[in-house]
């Protein structure tokens, strides 16, 4: 299954908010640190269109502003990215007054006139006011995109029938978790999917199919049929996916075992159904492809 543009456009869009999030606390770390500098900033915040919350607040105006298919909570979250984007870049403004002027202030009082000692105190009045705007920024930027996350984790619940979001969910648990700890990431699951991290891992795996990652997929379907004996789907899907792993791997004659079990295996047939043709059709290519191995095999020797 490829997936449509909306649904691609849903993943990069909470891909993104993501990377604003960690970006804006990898900022807020330097500065508790004294190390952060304007280039630090730059991949957070822009007005080039290098920065993910740049990315962000583009990606919201072009699937939410102008729809009207979006839903208030959309309106609402394109809303919130545009603020924090407007914060941000005044926040930007203020670090590169601090790093590219405060240095500059510091001159020998003896070498300047009296008018220019006026102007460099009047410059050193305005540094002053924005460390404390940069301060305030920074943690008006933070309240925001905690407020930010938790419309995030809204969006991601509407977004549950996008075949894409549960790969997407199985391969950033770590940065979900570190956004929502491990009970705010397990209450999401729950929500999203009645029988939590099992169903989760099932329909990434069915995900990584239908996008034919055959081993990804039989890996995963592995995993869930270890977690649970008893999940027969689960197990024949892990069949599939073997078949067609080991098939273009050309290793034909594991690829065959696979298939065979696949087909024989005794299972509701609603769900052997649509992947009988399928795994017929590789059942002959690989009798044809293990013939030829022979024969080529037997004109070597």
Do not use: W
């Amino acid at each position: 299954m490829k997936p449509t543009n909306l649904e691609k456009k849903q993943i990069d869009l909470v891909r993104e908010s993501i990377c604003v999030y960690e970006k804006c606390m990898e900022c807020r770390g330097l500065f508790k640190a004294g190390q952060l500098g304007f280039t630090s900033i730059e991949d957070f915040v822009d007005d080039r269109g290098k920065s993910c919350l740049y990315r962000l607040k583009e990606m919201c105006h072009e699937l939410y502003r102008n729809s009207d298919d979006a839903g208030y909570k959309e309106k609402l979250y394109d809303i919130t990215v545009g603020y924090i984007f407007h914060e941000a870049m005044k926040m930007r403004e203020n670090l590169y007054q601090l790093e590219y002027y405060k240095p500059h202030c510091d001159i020998a009082a003896q070498d300047l006139t009296e008018k220019e000692k006026k102007i460099v105190h009047d410059i050193s009045i305005l540094i002053k006011k924005a460390e404390v705007r940069l301060r305030e920024g920074l943690k008006e930027t933070r309240a925001l995109l905690y407020e930010l996350v938790e419309q995030l984790k809204e969006l991601v619940i509407a977004y549950r029938s996008n075949y894409l979001l549960p790969r997407f969910i199985f391969e950033n648990e770590k940065s979900l978790v570190r956004i929502y700890g491990r009970r705010g990431f397990k209450e999401l699951l729950m929500v999203m999917y009645a029988d939590g991290r099992l169903l989760l891992y099932f329909n990434a795996a069915r995900s990584y199919l239908e996008s034919e990652y055959y081993d990804l997929a039989r890996k995963l379907f592995h995993k869930i049929t270890r977690l649970d004996n008893k999940n027969r789907e689960a197990l024949f899907l892990y069949q599939y996916a073997s078949a067609f792993n080991f098939y273009f791997k050309n290793m034909f004659t594991k690829a065959m075992m696979f298939a065979e079990n696949a087909l024989s295996m005794d299972i509701d047939d609603t769900i052997k159904k649509p992947y009988r043709v399928t795994l017929q059709k590789l059942l002959t290519d690989l009798t044809g492809e293990i013939k030829k191995k022979k024969e080529s095999a037997r004109r070597r020797h």
